[in-house]
């Protein structure tokens, strides 16, 4: 089964610099699509950014970027720029490229910006 | 932007009772999803449903959860006999694809369902 770990907690990030959140991800398979999501207070699961792992350039999207270590099983989202609005939880997650459709979801990074 | 609605956002239960969770997908997507989120922990799968029919679900989905689109529009998820464990955000998403495609997963806001 695979397995995602987000080994940050929680982060905190000064308004306007940048911070990268890291996720890393257990899979013996060689196709899976990995996503970052966001969570504002809300509760509402937001897309934020996904990579396909056939795929060796890291996604971007507007301020948010990826950066993706395929053999190292890593998958880190880095915030630009960093707004007020981007204070939330974040989730990294997993989806298999054959066969099972579900999302494996890591525990969450909380980001805090500071003003 | 098409949005998936999700009712009620928050409905208190007595432990025992049936709860139905209502769901309106984006209405050309094909493909729809459960997941649950046990306050502070992380999202977890339930189950996927395409074609009228349970296309996976997970160790969670047991006997007293169960699925249905009644009417073309509507997806809902019922739980029998609620159990305090059963306290969580539950989240209802849709895809044009299987799993995310290349347009991916959208969620609702979801229903926070608190078992008493």
């Known amino acids: 089964a695979q397995t995602v770990t987000q080994s940050q907690p929680e982060m905190s990030v000064q308004e306007a610099e940048t911070v990268t959140l890291s996720c890393t991800y257990d899979?013996?398979?060689?196709?899976?699509?990995l996503f970052w999501y966001k969570q504002p207070p809300s509760r509402q699961m937001i897309l934020v950014i996904r990579q396909e792992a056939y795929k060796q350039q890291n996604a971007t999207e507007n301020r948010f970027s990826v950066n993706f270590q395929k053999a190292a099983k890593s998958f880190s989202l880095k915030i630009s720029d960093s707004q007020l609005g981007d204070a939330a939880m974040y989730f990294c997650a997993y989806r298999s490229g054959a066969g099972s459709y579900q999302l494996t979801f890591g525990k969450g990074t909380k980001l805090s910006v500071i003003p | 932007e098409p949005e998936v609605t999700q009712t009620p956002s928050h409905q208190v239960t007595q432990m025992g009772q049936e709860v139905i969770l209502r769901c309106v997908p984006i209405?050309?997507?094909?493909?729809f999803y459960w997941y649950r989120q046990i306050l502070g922990q992380k999202v977890e799968f339930l189950v996927s449903f395409y074609n009228n029919e349970i296309s996976e679900k997970s160790e969670i989905f047991d006997d007293q959860f169960s699925v249905e689109r009644p009417d073309g529009s509507n997806f809902t998820l019922k739980i029998r006999s609620t159990k305090l464990e059963d306290s969580a955000m539950y989240f209802c998403?849709?895809?044009?694809?299987?799993?995310?495609?290349?347009?991916?997963?959208?969620f609702g806001s979801g229903t926070r369902l608190t078992v008493v």
């Open positions: 899979t013996s398979e060689s196709d899976y699509y």
């Open positions: 998403a849709s895809s044009s694809e299987v799993g995310q495609g290349t347009h991916g997963y959208t």
């Open positions: 209405s050309n997507h094909l493909y």
